[in-house]
């Protein structure tokens, strides 16, 4: 399985789930946000458009369906059914297989961003779109913490060898953050430098190990030590409960101006 990364948007990726080999001409894609990219690489590489996953309804992962299946031909819309993006063909639900090319993935729901948002896994692929990224996670709205801390625990026990395909590149910002929650950690201070010289390179940082993630993003370490007790000190009244300590680190996130964030340091 060959997975290519869009960028797409202003900081958005599409994924082209490809083939091996090189006799397979079909290929799938993951949250077209927009169409030009997407229809360009399936010309140049003439490939045949066989079906497109989608992780939740955001215009930034399903505003370019239309133009692409006009151009690439009509093929299945995989998702959860109970969004508002109606052109859904083919529902599924949590738990549920589906044939990707040879593989199989597992859908997976993983709520919190959105209400019907589920990520896409594969041992060897995480299609995660905006519920995890690398070094970070969604924002949820209005939506109960409980339901994305559930929703990351569930990513967090998945095997540590699962490359994270995420639908942002928001990987310096997040990494900022990271240090500033776990200060004086040497695996987030080591992957904050890599990214920091890939980011500076214009390299992507997308895909990530899900084991590297498990070291150094806060928002699958949210109930560990010491992180975990930072967290409990900022609430006003410390519940240890994963819902409580979800809330109080993405609130502290929050809290803080993302391009401030995301220029600390890069041209130091």
């Known amino acids: 399985m060959k997975i290519v990364g869009l960028s797409t948007l202003s900081d958005n990726y599409t994924w082209v789930i490809q083939s091996e080999n090189p006799a397979e001409i079909r290929a799938w894609i993951v949250d077209p946000g927009e169409s030009k990219k997407v229809i360009q690489h399936f010309e140049e590489n003439q490939l045949q458009l066989a079906g497109i996953l989608l992780t939740h309804h955001h215009y930034d992962?399903?505003?370019?369906?239309k133009d692409v299946m006009s151009t690439l031909g009509e093929v299945p819309i995989v998702s959860n059914a109970q969004g508002p993006f109606s052109p859904v063909t083919y529902p599924v639900k949590d738990g549920e297989q589906i044939q990707v090319l040879e593989e199989t993935f597992q859908v997976?729901?993983?709520?919190?961003?959105?209400?019907?948002?589920?990520?896409?896994?594969h041992p060897e692929a995480l299609f995660s779109g905006d519920t995890l990224f690398t070094g970070g996670c969604g924002k949820i709205w209005q939506h109960p913490p409980e339901l994305m801390a559930d929703s990351l625990l569930k990513l967090r026990a998945?095997?540590?060898?699962?490359?994270?395909?995420?639908?942002?590149?928001?990987?310096?910002?997040?990494?900022?953050?990271?240090?500033?929650?776990?200060?004086?950690t040497p695996a987030i201070q080591k992957r904050l430098a890599d990214v920091k010289m890939k980011t500076q390179q214009k390299i992507p940082c997308v895909p990530a190990p899900l084991g590297l993630?498990?070291?150094?993003?806060?928002?699958?370490?949210?109930?560990?030590l010491p992180l975990k007790q930072t967290l409990m000190d900022r609430q006003s009244q410390p519940k240890d409960q994963p819902g409580a300590l979800f809330a109080a680190l993405r609130a502290w996130k929050d809290?803080?101006?993302?391009?401030?964030?995301?220029?600390a340091g890069l041209n130091e």
């Open 61 to 65: 992962h399903t505003d370019g369906v």
């Open 108 to 121: 997976i729901a993983t709520p919190g961003h959105t209400d019907e948002h589920i990520s896409f896994y």
């Open 158 to 184: 998945l095997n540590d060898d699962c490359m994270v395909y995420c639908g942002h590149e928001y990987t310096y910002a997040n990494l900022n953050f990271a240090n500033t929650a776990e200060p004086n």
């Open 213 to 224: 993630e498990k070291k150094t993003n806060p928002f699958l370490r949210f109930d560990t």
């Open 255 to 263: 809290e803080l101006d993302q391009t401030d964030i995301l220029e």
